[in-house]
């Protein structure tokens, strides 16, 4: 049984550079999930959809960029949904600072 992560991460950028930096962050995301994954992504109009392939499930992600939040939703399959509290902890601990980022020199 799947369950569904919500989780809004506020921001004062607007749409256009948060999205930029979402952009920007996206190919990072691989090291921060323990025992490595596989990323793909591609944007649907302001929607970053992500799959990702790890511990032998597909998690998929649908990441909104809005002028004033970015709003994650993650679907946990099968036992991934076990660790759904502690991904959704994370999630909004340390989104903002993952996602949104600005790694220009």
Do not use: Y
Request: glycine share 8%; charged share 30%.
């Amino acid at each position: 049984m799947s369950r569904p992560i919500n989780v809004d991460l506020p921001h004062k950028l607007g749409r256009e550079e948060a999205r930029r930096r979402i952009a920007a962050n996206i190919d990072k995301l691989e090291s921060h999930i323990p025992g490595g994954a596989a990323v793909t992504s591609r944007w649907e109009g302001d929607t970053l959809k992500l799959d990702v392939a790890t511990m032998g499930q597909s998690v998929a992600s649908d990441i909104r960029v809005e002028e004033t939040l970015v709003n994650c939703r993650i679907e946990l399959p099968g036992m991934l949904a076990l660790f759904a509290g502690p991904i959704e902890a994370m999630l909004s601990r340390k989104g903002g600072d993952l996602l949104l980022e600005d790694k220009r020199d």
